[in-house]
């Protein structure tokens, strides 16, 4: 059995571990496989709908290049550009993300005062991010008259899949279905 043969679907999640989900679609209990499980959000007991999604804001983290993003210009309306840089980044993960995640680091003690710092100094890192949002968000700063520059990650590209049920999710790689 397939992934898109139950998508649609009203079921509820039975249980989960690390690498699997039990849900029941009507009587029928089915086990769903997590191949590289990447992230998630569970909650047993919930009733909703399956969908199936290849292409979704949530998957932009793991399906697209990232790019680190600096300028070399100052910003004259701070405030302005600040927003409009926040309605940039929501417009394409259409809130499923947190515009925050984007413009701070906290392994590096990349704050959003850093993030201000360096749009009133004119240099320095300005964001990390999926290089869809990268180009969007370069764009508001052209129209601000900032300058950028991005280099984007050396790393693979992968294409991985997400299954939602209500507010629930996992993205994995694939999704294996057996029937109990």
């Keep these: 059995m397939d992934i898109t043969e139950i998508a649609n679907q009203i079921c509820e999640i039975d249980h989960y571990q690390a690498t699997f989900i039990s849900i029941k679609v009507g009587e029928q209990k089915i086990l769903i496989d997590l191949k590289d499980k990447q992230e998630f959000k569970l909650l047993a007991g919930t009733n909703g709908q399956l969908k199936y999604f290849e292409a979704h804001p949530l998957l932009?983290?793991?399906?697209?290049?990232?790019?680190?993003?600096?300028?070399?210009?100052?910003?004259?309306?701070?405030?302005?550009?600040?927003?409009?840089?926040?309605?940039?980044?929501?417009?394409?993960?259409?809130?499923?993300?947190?515009?925050?995640?984007?413009?701070?680091?906290?392994?590096?003690?990349?704050?959003?005062?850093?993030?201000?710092g360096n749009l009133k100094e004119g240099r320095g890192k300005l964001l990390e991010a999926p290089i869809s949002i990268t180009k969007k968000v370069e764009a508001v700063c052209t129209k601000h008259g900032i300058s950028t520059i991005h280099f984007e990650a050396n790393r693979e590209v992968f294409s991985y899949k997400l299954i939602t049920i209500d507010e629930n999710y996992v993205i994995a790689k694939e999704f294996k279905i057996t029937v109990q």
């Design 60 to 116: 932009l983290d793991y399906n697209e290049k990232f790019a680190t993003t600096y300028i070399n210009s100052k910003a004259v309306d701070i405030e302005k550009i600040i927003s409009d840089i926040k309605e940039a980044i929501d417009s394409i993960t259409l809130g499923f993300r947190n515009w925050i995640t984007y413009i701070t680091n906290k392994q590096c003690n990349f704050t959003f005062d850093t993030f201000v």
